[in-house]
């Protein structure tokens, strides 16, 4: 669906699925943004590639948007909760998903310590 004439590109690269606190599945975003003519999507829930991942075979129809990697990634500065977008990287790579691991495990343990105190 990329038009490499023109001089400008419909993006959305910042949207959230069922994958993290969204409210459609990464399928139902993935199909909203072709029917808006979005050209170049990303899909960057929390802490998570699992939705990103789910569209690859979508993603290879002649029609779809560019599909391009995303993650909003979640961490502390100073206190504050700040949160990184990352695009365009391998969601497969090993350093990637050990991250990610690390990540929600790390969550994981923060949500038990407020759920006991
Ligand atoms: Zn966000």
Same mark, same amino acid.
């Given at each position: &669906?990329?038009? @490499?004439?023109? !001089?400008?590109?419909?993006?959305?690269?910042? @949207?959230?699925?069922?994958?993290?606190?969204?409210?459609?599945?990464?399928? =139902? &975003?993935?199909?909203? =943004?072709?029917?808006?003519?979005?050209?170049?999507?990303?899909?960057?829930?929390?802490?998570?590639?699992?939705?990103?991942?789910?569209?690859?075979?979508?993603?290879?129809?002649?029609? @779809?948007?560019?599909?391009?990697?995303?993650?909003?990634?979640?961490?502390?500065?100073?206190? &504050? !909760?700040?949160?990184?977008?990352?695009? !365009?990287?391998? =969601?497969?790579?090993? @350093?990637?998903?050990? =991250?990610?691991?690390?990540?929600? !495990?790390?969550?994981?343990?923060?949500?038990?310590?407020?759920?006991?105190?």
């Amino acid at each position: &669906m990329f038009d @490499s004439h023109k !001089n400008y590109v419909i993006a959305d690269l910042h @949207s959230h699925s069922t994958a993290s606190d969204g409210v459609l599945s990464p399928k =139902a &975003m993935f199909e909203r =943004a072709q029917e808006k003519g979005i050209e170049i999507y990303a899909l960057t829930d929390h802490d998570c590639v699992d939705g990103y991942l789910s569209l690859q075979e979508l993603a290879k129809q002649e029609q @779809s948007p560019k599909l391009i990697s995303g993650i909003e990634w979640s961490t502390l500065h100073k206190g &504050m !909760n700040i949160h990184i977008v990352g695009l !365009n990287f391998d =969601a497969t790579h090993p @350093s990637v998903t050990q =991250a990610i691991k690390k990540l929600q !495990n790390t969550k994981n343990s923060f949500f038990m310590y407020l759920y006991i105190n």
